[in-house]
């Protein structure tokens, strides 16, 4: 029933996208992390090296799923 279709499909290829093309997956890299004060557990940018809220120096890393 559908076969005469897909052949149809197949030779004129009108319905054909390129296939694999991944469109999210640039944007994730530097967000898998959270960086937070030790003392006060405020969170930071990584670059932080002091907390700016409590003035401590102990940066923690967290890995986020
Ligand atoms: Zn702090």
New binding site residues.
């Given amino acids: 029933m559908a076969l005469s279709d897909l052949v149809t499909d197949l030779l004129s290829g009108t319905n054909t996208r390129s296939p694999d093309t991944p469109t999210n997956q640039s944007t994730a890299e530097t967000s898998s992390h959270v960086y937070e ?1 030790r ?2 557990g ?1 969170t930071v940018t990584p670059e932080t090296v002091v ?1 700016p ?2 003035d ?1 120096d102990e940066i923690v890393e967290y890995p986020v799923d």
Avoid: A, G
Wanted: hydrophobic letters at 0%; a neutral charge; charged letters at 0%.
């Fill in positions: 004060c003392n006060c405020t907390c809220c409590c401590h």
